[in-house]
């Protein structure tokens, strides 16, 4: 799959790093440093822009060091970027820590992974066929 990108930081594209990667990891594209308190989020642009083909969506997730190291992880994990939006790909970061955390130009701040999705049709209804689950909620199952 080809997806056309345009790129004002001065950072290399997105890339795996690996043959099995899943993600494209994502890095700062900032004039100066940003500093993030314990509990705040930012905005960290990337002077990325994509354009998606229909029926695929980008997803931001956190990277799994920058959270373990540092309690930096994406706000609204995943984030969601649709196939008509084309305005600059940017990162809520929140910093869960007890250390403020600086992000500083070219830091790799999230990955982002490329998914197919289906439309779904809602047919509206009285009731529901059932399951052996039912309504049961959060750990219902009885499963670990």
């Known amino acids: 799959m080809q997806i056309r990108i345009v790129n004002k930081s001065q950072h290399p594209l997105p890339a795996y790093e690996t043959n099995a990667s899943a993600g494209m990891d994502l890095r700062a594209n900032l004039a100066e440093p940003v500093v993030i308190m314990t509990l705040e989020r930012a ?3 990337t ?13 931001i997730r956190p ?9 930096i992880t994406v706000l ?7 196939a008509d939006y084309r305005g600059e790909i940017k990162i809520i970061l929140v910093n869960l820590s007890a250390e403020p955390f ?7 701040v999230a990955q982002m992974i490329i998914s197919r999705h289906e439309k779904a049709e809602l047919i509206e209804a009285d ?6 689950r039912g309504s ?9």
């Open 76 to 82: 609204n994990s995943p984030g969601t970027i649709d």
């Open 102 to 108: 600086t992000v500083s130009d070219g830091d790799r």
């Open 43 to 45: 905005m960290i642009p």
């Open 127 to 132: 009731e529901l066929n059932e399951s052996e």
């Open 63 to 71: 990277r799994s060091g920058l959270a373990a190291r540092s309690g």
């Open 47 to 59: 002077g990325l822009f994509i354009e998606l083909p229909v029926g695929f969506e980008a997803q």
């Open 136 to 144: 049961g909620g959060f750990g219902h199952t009885g499963k670990n």
